[in-house]
């Protein structure tokens, strides 16, 4: 009788022990599949996903970034209350790189520490190209909200970076279009040195020489300069029969204002750089009759009904104005246009970095967004062309429609 005892409890171990190994395999194959995907048990857990933003809040690109900043709050606040992105709610860490490249490349390291999906960012040229390295090697979805055509090209070397803002390329096209329009063949072209300045130097100098017309004059000043007059002197001298200027404030009001101090009376030609009320308001009366391209945001209410992004213009200007009292501007709308590209992404492609890459470049189309309406695709991270656009003038102190 013992000997029949010891013999079903030997079974049992035996069948205890199986179990127990089975058991234990079977947790050893779920722990490789999820780790294969940090994203599947954030879905399991429901944890919130996070974002991260490296903006120009302070220092010679605030103008930019303030709105940026803004705009952001404002739709983080307004997605969680909303139930976040499918079931999820998003938690998204702004770091301001005051304006410098040094500063930018430290808070993006810091964000990716973080184990963020993708970073928005920066507000301007150079702190965006000085991140472009850092999220190509950590593989991390970047969206720029800065012009400069080389924040995404060659593509080839720019896999997981986008942009929301047109490119100067785009904006070169619409002011060779209105020069030649008015007949005008010679130009002086003046630039901040830096990147953005660069950027639009290269893109006006290439389409001038295409487009039969001569730069008779080029010069360079200091985002940080207080006085343009030496350089303004010169173009007087050339003969130029119109100048384009590639800048952003303060010193882009500087030069307006220097210009008009000068009593030259040429056309007066701004890049999108300019586009917020803080350029008109720092130029002091100058900036009357200033011309330039810009995103259909700043004259939302002269654009037809017909026009895609009317609806969703409108939308933005009243979150925006109710929130903050004040209208939004074309530097804002860059960053709704960001998060809202990057949101979309993430609630198809879920919190995969990989994943959320593919979905921005292969399955953005047709999204209207604020800038325009994104097409992008394996050969274009931007997705935005020249019907992005409108020609506007300054009058009154306000943006009125040319076009």
Request: aromatic share 6%; net charge negative.
């Amino acid at each position: 009788m013992m000997h029949k005892s010891l013999r079903i409890t030997g079974l049992t171990l035996l069948t205890t022990l199986l179990l127990i190994i089975g058991a234990l395999a079977g947790g050893c194959a779920s722990s490789q599949n999820n780790s294969g995907s940090a994203g599947q048990a954030k879905e399991q857990a429901g944890e919130p996903y996070q974002l991260g933003a490296v903006i120009d809040i302070s220092g010679n690109s605030s103008s930019l970034g303030v709105p940026e900043r803004d705009t952001l709050l404002m739709l983080v606040e307004k997605l969680n209350r909303a139930g976040g992105i499918n079931g999820h709610p998003v938690e998204l860490t702004i770091l301001d790189n005051k304006s410098e490249e040094t500063e930018a490349v430290l808070a993006v390291k810091k964000l990716i520490e973080k184990d963020v999906l993708a970073v928005l960012g920066c507000s301007s040229s150079g702190p965006s190209m000085a991140m472009v390295n850092i999220v190509q090697n950590a593989k991390v979805p970047m969206v720029s909200m800065a012009a400069a055509s080389s924040i995404v090209e060659p593509v080839s070397e720019r896999q997981w970076v986008f942009k929301t803002a047109q490119s100067d390329i785009v904006t070169v096209k619409k002011i060779i279009t209105y020069l030649k329009a008015q007949g005008l063949t010679r130009v002086a072209f003046l630039s901040m040195n830096n990147t953005y300045g660069d950027g639009g130097k290269a893109a006006f100098t290439a389409a001038a020489e295409e487009n039969g017309i001569e730069i008779v004059v080029e010069e360079k000043f200091e985002a940080s300069d207080k006085d343009m007059t030496p350089q303004l002197t010169k173009v007087k001298a050339s003969g130029a029969q119109a100048a384009v200027v590639w800048a952003i404030p303060p010193s882009a009001s500087i030069i307006t204002k220097n210009f008009r101090d000068m009593g030259l009376s040429i056309p007066l030609i701004h890049s999108h750089g300019v586009g917020n009320q803080k350029f008109i308001e720092l130029a002091q009366g100058a900036a009357e009759g200033v011309i330039l391209p810009i995103g259909k945001l700043a004259v939302a209410s002269q654009i037809p009904d017909s026009d895609p992004q009317k609806k969703v213009l409108e939308s933005y200007i009243a979150d925006y104005q109710a929130k903050y009292n004040t209208l939004p501007n074309s530097f804002g709308g860059y960053a709704w246009d960001a998060f809202n590209l990057v949101v979309a992404a993430i609630e198809k492609a879920g919190p995969d970095r990989a994943a959320i890459r593919d979905e921005l470049e292969k399955n953005t189309s047709g999204f209207v967004g604020i800038s325009g309406v994104f097409n992008m695709s394996p050969a274009d991270h931007n997705g935005l062309g020249v019907d992005s656009m409108v020609l506007v003038e300054v009058k009154d102190g306000k943006w009125q429609l040319l076009e």
